[in-house]
């Protein structure tokens, strides 16, 4: 599965950002068979798990975003958004998508959102 992720840059503290991940290139029956993610890698750190959507459409959220971000997906563009609202200066990192498929994992090249304070 390929993916292109996009929507990064830079926002002001208190501010709302939304990420998209394409799986291009992916037909109907696979992508609706992905259980996909979105993880977050800031300088100097280990990437951590930030929510994820499983293929039967449940979302689940990290402790540090629970209530500012949401997960959503759009099965026809073969997508899936991560708003993030009431952005905070520890949200800066870069944002990987993740396709998950039979144990298979595929990764987006990453984008980079910078909330300034």
């Known amino acids: 599965v390929q993916l292109q992720a996009s929507g990064g840059g830079l926002v002001q503290a208190g501010g709302s950002v939304r990420l998209s991940c394409t799986a291009s290139?992916?037909?109907?029956?696979?992508?609706?068979?992905?259980?996909m993610a979105w993880y977050r890698q800031a300088p100097g750190k280990q990437r951590e798990w930030v929510a994820r959507?499983?293929?039967?459409?449940?979302?689940d959220y990290a402790d540090s975003v629970k209530g500012r971000f949401t997960l959503s997906r759009d099965i026809n563009r073969r997508r899936v958004y991560l708003q993030m609202n009431s952005l905070k200066p520890e949200d800066t990192a870069v944002y990987y998508c993740?396709?998950?498929?039979?144990?298979?994992?595929?990764w987006g090249q990453g984008t980079l959102v910078t909330v300034s304070s």
């Open positions: 993740n396709a998950e498929l039979r144990g298979s994992n595929s």
């Open positions: 290139r992916t037909i109907l029956s696979v992508f609706n068979s992905l259980n």
């Open positions: 959507i499983t293929n039967g459409g449940i979302t």
